[in-house]
T-cell receptor, first 113, second 111 residues
């Protein structure tokens, strides 16, 4: 059983650029969710994907978008980067039938200069 | 809207002492509560969930709906318990399993 993997692990962008983060979910999981974790804070839900559709969203603007692919892997895209987007981005996979039990990747640390 | 509060950023205890990590929540419905843990240089992982009512690594947590609390307890702290602990509340909203995390408490067990 392979765990959740994320890429890249670290990246630096400048304000106004766009970024794509990638996630491979744990085998057998059909739900992927993305979280933003700012320094000193807990993870905050960005959105969740189930069967390639976004089925829920936290309090994040539309410039945060995503995709889920037929193999349940996922992408997080952030357009028009702002300094406050600097954070650790976590991907978590889960089974649709098991509420709240999330399996996390190690995260992608984004720095926006 | 749901909210999770962990009042302590840092909790330092001596090895062998009891541990209690506090968690309070705000939610009008029936909550599903969890504790997640992140050990040094490891990923965030589930420690325990309230519906299973089990003890994991000696930790237990009881849901108190009257006090809206879900405190994490262990009678005797071990050095390997040093980690970051997050309390989390899961709400199912039309299929969206929104999980809200607290800000976390760093547990430091002093040898």
């Amino acid at each position: 059983e392979t765990g959740v993997t994320q890429s890249p692990t670290h990246l630096i962008k400048t304000r106004g650029q766009q970024v794509t983060l990638r996630c491979s979910s744990q085998s057998g999981h059909n739900t992927v969710s993305w979280y933003q974790q700012a320094l000193g804070q807990g993870p905050q839900s960005i959105f969740q994907y189930y069967r390639e559709e976004e089925n829920g969203r936290g309090n994040f603007p539309p410039r945060f978008s995503g995709l889920q692919f037929p193999n349940y892997s996922s992408e997080l895209n952030v357009n028009a980067l702002e300094l406050d987007d600097s954070a650790l981005y976590l991907c978590a996979s889960s089974s649709w039938t098991v509420t709240g039990e999330l399996f996390f990747g190690e995260g992608s640390r984004l720095t926006v200069l | 809207a749901q909210r999770v509060t962990q009042p302590e950023k840092l909790l330092s205890v001596f090895k062998g002492a009891p541990v209690e990590l506090k968690c309070n929540y705000s939610y009008s419905g029936s909550p599903e509560l969890f504790w997640y843990v992140q050990y040094s240089r490891q990923r965030l992982q589930l420690l325990l969930r309230h519906i299973s009512r089990e003890s994991i690594k000696g930790f237990t947590a009881d849901l108190n709906k009257g006090e809206t609390s879900f405190h994490l307890k262990k009678p005797f702290a071990q050095e390997e318990d040093s980690a970051m602990y997050y309390c989390a509340l899961s709400v199912n909203s039309g299929g969206y399993q929104k999980v809200t995390f607290g800000t976390g408490t760093k547990l430091q067990v002093i040898p």
